[in-house]
């Protein structure tokens, strides 16, 4: 059974920190593309950033500088590291598995991430 497990968000002020976790499970981990996905309330859902089994990094340029995305394949683990976080961040945020070869594709339940003063 395939799992995604979010955690880490919650509320914070303009200029803050959070770091979000996504555990996997079910799944051979290190085959697959990890990445972070965002949905806004009525907008559609976006890209962060990805992170490829190899290691090499993707991100959307409105966070690129204040976002950090890695991966740990010994825990399963993805990670998110957002910094100076602005208002506009504000959004559930969702784990996203894929593998290419296989054309699997795995999501998370989602965690909010609410940036306010």
């Known amino acids: 059974q395939v799992q995604l497990v979010e955690s880490g968000g919650g509320l914070v002020q303009p200029g803050g920190s959070l770091s979000l976790s996504c555990v996997a499970s079910g799944f051979i981990f290190r085959r697959y593309s990890m990445g972070w996905y965002r949905q806004a309330p009525g907008k559609e859902r976006e890209l962060v950033a990805t992170?490829?089994?190899?290691?090499?990094?993707n991100y959307a340029d409105s966070v690129k500088g204040r976002f950090t995305i890695s991966r740990d394949n010994a825990k399963n683990t993805v990670y998110l590291q957002m910094n100076s976080l602005k208002l506009e961040d504000t959004a559930v945020y969702y784990c996203n598995a894929h593998n290419g070869i296989s054309n699997s594709d795995y999501w998370g339940q989602g965690t909010q991430v609410t940036v306010s003063s």
């Open positions: 992170i490829t089994s190899w290691g090499s990094t």
